[in-house]
């Protein structure tokens, strides 16, 4: 059991050598247990500056983290998914997220009512996490001409979303979440006649973005995430142990794809909680699978629509975009394998079809 108090804090003139046992003990935490973690919050939270003593290392921690290809918000979402809300909220606090009551783990520990150890400890097991993660691929920033959907347009599409998503009508969901996915599509290709017309060479380069993929049942929720970035001219891949998929694609295809996957999964997630509140597991997961393979091809026929409507000279710009995003994903990802998911419920896999006619898309 952890100790009710923190043992008393040094004079600040040993306060460099604290910060060396620290760092020593830390290293230790991370390759060890709950012990190990006990003792680096010992001797941090015997630090009469602790706050700067933790801040010194969070930075060095987070700059190593960036170094291995993880962005600030990637931290967040790990240590929401891999500890506990206080590290997602610890985790924060260090980010820049304000507390109320300043800055630093000072600030933190009166906010969150925790005497010196316990703050101290979560600290240290949550660097200890980010000091575990692997290294990762580096995101591709789009180049500097990719045009995003204007504010505008993205208040529009947000908005027809967020109707689709609180209606209790099946029929105004799909007419209202069919007009957003033309809506981005129309504005996808714009872009790509644009940079043609400019250039030449609608797809010099394509980049990159990371969308949380959250239990349970991430492998169909990857499956939604990938039948999105499809339709919508995207390329994604799955990192099951780390709960996120890496979308690649250009800037206005990338911003249609995290905004139809989040409104789709609030969408099929009302639907499943409909009526009946007692589902088994296969039940659920089969009604995921079936949601997204049916998404898939009414996103891709919606797509098709407005293709359709396009000026002749659509095709190579497409084409060239296309290319872009193939090149840049292996070069991301030289190496992938498929995965397969198996749906064991009948009955999930039809209410899954049903849903995803309703929540979409003509």
């Known amino acids: 059991m952890r100790p009710p108090h923190a043992p008393p804090?040094?004079?600040?003139?040993d306060n460099g050598r604290v910060e060396d046992r620290f760092g020593e003990a830390l290293a230790r935490a991370a390759r060890g247990g709950d012990d190990d973690v006990d003792a680096a919050a010992s001797v941090l939270a015997a630090d009469a500056d602790w706050d700067a003593a933790a801040a010194r290392a969070a930075e060095r921690t987070v700059a190593d983290c960036e170094r291995r290809g993880w962005e600030p918000q990637d931290l967040l979402r790990m240590a929401g998914r891999?500890?506990?809300?206080?590290?997602?909220?610890?985790?924060?606090?260090?980010?820049?997220?304000?507390?109320?009551?300043?800055?630093?783990?000072?600030a933190f520990a009166r906010a969150e009512r925790l005497d010196r150890f316990s703050a101290a400890a979560a600290y240290v097991e949550l660097l200890r996490l980010y000091v575990r993660l692997p290294a990762i691929p580096a995101l591709v920033a789009a180049p500097p001409g990719e045009s995003a959907a204007p504010p505008k347009m993205l208040a529009r599409i947000r908005a027809l979303l967020a109707?689709?998503?609180?209606?209790?009508?099946?029929?105004?969901?799909?007419?209202?979440?069919?007009?957003?996915?033309?809506?981005?599509?129309?504005?996808?290709?714009?872009?790509?006649?644009?940079?043609?017309?400019?250039?030449?060479?609608?797809?010099?380069g394509a980049g990159a973005r990371r969308i949380g993929v959250e239990r349970p049942y991430e492998g169909?929720?990857?499956?939604?995430?990938?039948?999105v970035a499809a339709a919508n001219r995207c390329q994604s891949?799955?990192?099951?142990?780390?709960?996120?998929?890496?979308?690649?694609?250009?800037?206005?295809?990338?911003?249609?794809?995290?905004?139809?996957?989040?409104?789709?999964?609030?969408?099929?997630?009302?639907?499943?909680?409909r009526g009946r509140?007692?589902?088994?597991?296969?039940?659920?997961?089969?009604?995921?699978?079936?949601?997204?393979?049916?998404?898939?091809?009414?996103?891709?026929?919606?797509?098709?629509?407005?293709?359709?409507?396009?000026?002749?000279?659509?095709?190579?710009?497409?084409?060239?975009?296309?290319?872009?995003?193939?090149?840049?994903?292996?070069r991301l990802f030289p190496t992938t394998t498929t995965s397969r998911l198996r749906a064991r419920d009948a009955s999930g896999w039809e209410h899954g079809e049903s849903a995803a006619d309703s929540a979409h898309l003509h």
């Open 163 to 204: 109707k689709a998503e609180s209606t209790g009508y099946p029929d105004e969901a799909e007419a209202l979440s069919a007009k957003a996915q033309h809506l981005m599509a129309r504005h996808s290709i714009d872009a790509a006649l644009l940079a043609a017309s400019h250039d030449g060479v609608s797809g010099a």
């Open 9 to 13: 804090a040094r004079p600040a003139s």
């Open 277 to 330: 509140t007692s589902r088994s597991r296969d039940f659920r997961e089969s009604f995921l699978i079936a949601y997204a393979s049916r998404i898939r091809t009414r996103l891709g026929e919606a797509t098709a629509e407005e293709e359709s409507a396009a000026p002749p000279d659509l095709l190579p710009a497409l084409a060239s975009r296309a290319l872009a995003v193939e090149d840049t994903t292996r």
């Open 237 to 273: 891949v799955w990192s099951s142990e780390l709960g996120f998929s890496t979308v690649v694609g250009h800037a206005p295809d990338l911003d249609a794809v995290e905004l139809l996957y989040t409104s789709l999964l609030v969408q099929a997630d009302r639907a499943l909680h």
């Open 220 to 227: 169909a929720k990857a499956l939604l995430l990938d039948a």
């Open 82 to 106: 891999e500890l506990t809300p206080l590290h997602r909220r610890l985790a924060g606090a260090l980010a820049g997220e304000g507390t109320g009551d300043g800055t630093g783990l000072g």
